[in-house]
């Protein structure tokens, strides 16, 4: 099992910015990636980015490109996503999910890559 634990989230400002992070526990030494995933009141859960945790590969959404940057820490088994230039349509919960099985990267974008899940930290961001 692998317990993951966000933190970072807030309210902040449009334009502004926030660095979330997951912290994973446990049985990591199998992790394959790390992913983060949001969700917004009414939406369906949404792919954000996700990192390799072998080689540092990384996977972006299209609207985040540019302005969000997922990054690892493999001696703290803790992965970071930086937000940059915050809009309001990115206000939502943010989770955390890691994967332990190989997937080709088309399959990292979506929930079927991840096994463990985080509870979540609220993003708010205001205009």
């Known amino acids: 099992q692998v317990q993951l634990v966000e933190s970072g989230g807030g309210l902040v400002q449009a334009g502004g910015s926030l660095r979330l992070s997951c912290a994973a526990s446990g049985r990591t030494f199998g992790l394959i990636a790390m992913g983060w995933f949001r969700q917004a009141p009414g939406k369906e859960r949404e792919f954000v980015a996700a990192i390799r945790w072998s080689g540092g590969t990384t996977y972006y959404e299209d609207s985040v490109k540019g302005r969000f940057t997922i990054s690892r820490d493999n001696a703290k088994n803790t992965v970071y996503l930086q937000m940059n230039s915050l809009k309001p349509e990115d206000t939502a919960v943010y989770c955390c999910?890691?994967?332990?099985?190989?997937?080709?990267?088309?399959?990292?974008?979506?929930?079927?890559?991840?096994?463990?899940w985080g509870q979540g930290t609220q993003v708010t961001v205001s205009s």
């Open positions: 999910a890691a994967g332990d099985f190989p997937v080709q990267g088309t399959v990292l974008v979506t929930t079927a890559a991840y096994d463990y």
